[in-house]
């Protein structure tokens, strides 16, 4: 590529602001690290017995090179299991994995297992009411895994949701690691988004069957690999890549294929040469800086990216120390150009997205308007101008070449001089309900502004059963609360989409305003989501009545009841009985995780108080 051009000053700002807020947090981080990598490896400082028990089922050749431990060993941490699309393919990695160890002559070992669940499956169940916390138990699993101290590297198998959130904050609680993640690919396209969609809304109003819909969904979601819609999975993708943990155009390569494979093996081979035994150190907690985080933010942007993100890359920066706002992403979402259409932003999915010029099309367009950071470092060793290419087999042999000059499909895929939109698309609102952030990138314009009546729902169930009941009649804003983290682990609230929009199409003017979460694939209805305070701590969302004029401003970042300023004031809280919530699907024994949670503008973590806390003094 062609010479940088000069940082966008926005960025260069914002980046600014968060290195200063975060100086006390990071550089006491960084001490961390710095003091856990002072032995190297760290395997040879354990006791022989406890050597022993680490390679006690390897194979003499790799018994011999523990015993040595002048050879780098490699840590799997995998969320394996063959219910999940996305993961089912992780099941013959570690052999792909233990064989290219071999191949560069290290060893690799499993390290240890982490839960996945699957957002799809629990999507207005009570399984979901545990999905947000399991990123922090996948986190914990993490530290487990990595706790016996016998791995130079480590590489991380996950894709969903929760996941790899949750991977990053164990990666980063053992940031003296280098760190590699390692994809698995979206399934191959199925029925058209669009046609779902429809057929989603049919179902329910009532005008197809319960068959139709489940054939629909199974053609939908078909075989092994990711999604295709562009939810939080992958998201979750597009950020490993161009925050530098993936390879190069290893994001949405389909699952087992040849060149799926060779990125796999190629990736294991970049984490046995970053670790501390070789000259090309470069530990994850180093790596993840505040650089790298910006740079997520701005591809969230520039991609029309899942909301959860607000709340997973704040806990995931917090992590390492690196405190973001949201009104870091607000101001990067102002200079960010919508590059991407792909669903619930389009018709396409990530396949066609791929296809267009995908990730090496994305990045070499912000690089080139100076809206990413090239100067950061990356598991491939190279700054992120090497992540403008995109990878390609030559009989076996991979190698990389230079990503397209321009787009393939204009339809999906455009550049900085004619985006989809010139902002990101992501708005925060401020106001007399306290903050909460939308995604216009699907809503019409026309929409990006909704004054009505308040409907009060203390349940999703509460508002399907009024929809199906039919008084859910004129222009009104659903208020859905007691649903943030403290109350019932913040659920995702994505099967409201359909009734919502149903009411939308017929000519009433909706919106949605929740102290919950939507999914990644939230879409056309305007919504203000992860209100805080949330309701259950006697946030302003619980003071709402019935008919109370709502107004949500995705034009000006404002939400606001327009009660007067008395009488608001002087208004009780509602309260709810949330007992069910707390019971069954295992839901007891997140007790602790509920009473502890931050808020959802700190990224609702169980973790990240004291770097939050430093900041602030």
């Not at 053609?219 to 925050?243: D, V, W």
Request: with cysteine; glycine share 12%.
């Amino acid at each position: 590529m062609a010479a940088q051009p000069a940082l966008n000053a926005r960025v260069a700002e914002v980046t600014r602001g968060i290195v200063e807020r975060s100086r006390a947090g990071r550089a006491r981080y960084l001490e961390r690290i710095e003091a856990a990598a002072a032995h190297r490896p760290e395997r040879t400082r354990l006791g022989c017995a406890n050597q022993a028990h680490g390679f006690a089922a390897c194979g003499p050749a790799d018994k011999a090179l523990l015993r040595a431990g002048a050879t780098p060993n490699l840590g799997i941490v995998s969320a394996y299991n063959d219910m999940l699309s996305a993961h089912q393919p992780y099941e013959r990695y570690p052999g792909l994995i233990r064989e290219a160890a071999h191949a560069a002559g290290g060893t690799a070992q499993m390290a240890g297992g982490v839960p996945a669940m699957c957002d799809g499956i629990t999507q207005g169940e009570a399984g979901m009411e545990l999905s947000l916390f399991s990123r922090e138990v996948i986190a914990l699993a993490t530290a487990v895994a990595l706790s016996h101290q016998t791995f130079d590297a480590a590489v991380f198998l996950g894709i969903c949701d929760k996941i790899v959130p949750g991977l990053v904050i164990g990666a980063l609680a053992f940031g003296h690691l280098p760190a590699v993640f390692i994809p698995s690919g979206p399934m191959t396209s199925g029925l058209p988004n669009t046609e779902k969609s429809k057929i989603r809304q049919l179902f329910a109003e009532g005008k197809l069957g319960r068959d139709a819909l489940l054939e629909a969904e199974a053609k939908s979601y078909h075989g092994p690999g990711t999604c295709t819609f562009y939810g939080t999975a992958n998201t979750n993708q597009m950020l490993m890549e161009i925050m530098g943990l993936h390879l190069p155009g290893a994001s949405f390569v389909t699952p087992d294929t040849p060149l799926r494979d060779a990125l796999t093996k190629a990736a294991v081979e970049r984490a046995l040469a970053i670790t501390a035994l070789g000259n090309a150190y470069t530990p994850v907690g180093r790596m993840l800086d505040e650089k790298a985080f910006v740079n997520g933010i701005v591809g969230l942007h520039a991609t029309g990216g899942s909301t959860n993100h607000t709340l997973h890359l704040v806990a995931m920066a917090a992590a390492g120390g690196i405190f973001l706002t949201w009104d870091d992403f607000s101001a990067l979402a102002e200079v960010t150009p919508l590059l991407a259409r792909v669903y619930p932003n389009g018709a396409a999915d990530v396949n066609h997205f791929h296809a267009a010029g995908g990730m090496a099309f994305v990045i070499r367009e912000l690089l080139g308007a100076g809206l990413l950071h090239a100067d950061v470092e990356t598991v491939l060793g190279q700054g992120l101008e090497a992540y403008a290419r995109e990878p390609v087999l030559d009989g076996e042999s991979l190698g990389w070449r230079e990503g397209p000059a321009a787009t393939g499909d204009d339809k999906v895929l455009r550049g900085v001089s004619a985006p989809f939109q010139t902002t990101g698309g992501l708005k925060v609102l401020d106001g007399n309900l306290g903050r909460a952030v939308i995604k216009t990138s699907a809503v019409a314009p026309e929409r990006h502004v909704i004054e009505a009546p308040a409907r009060v729902f203390h349940s999703q169930d509460e508002l399907q059963a009024a929809f199906k009941a039919g008084t859910l009649t004129g222009d009104f804003v659903a208020v859905v609360r007691f649903q943030g983290p403290k109350a019932n682990g913040m659920p995702e609230l994505h099967k409201l989409m359909p009734p919502l929009g149903v009411l939308q199409d017929r000519g009433q003017k909706v919106a949605l305003v929740t102290d919950g979460r939507m999914s990644g694939a939230s879409g056309k209805v305007p919504s203000a989501i992860h209100v805080t305070p949330e309701a259950v701590e006697g946030g302003a969302i619980a003071r709402i009545r019935d008919g109370d004029l709502v107004r949500v401003d995705a034009v000006e970042g404002r939400i606001e009841v327009l009660v007067p300023p008395g009488e608001w004031a002087a208004r009780p809280a509602a309260s709810a009985d949330l007992s069910s919530s707390h019971v069954g699907v295992g839901r007891e024994l997140f007790a602790p995780f509920r009473a502890a949670v931050g808020t959802a503008d700190k990224g609702a973590t169980i973790f990240a108080a004291p770097v939050f806390t430093e900041a602030a003094e």
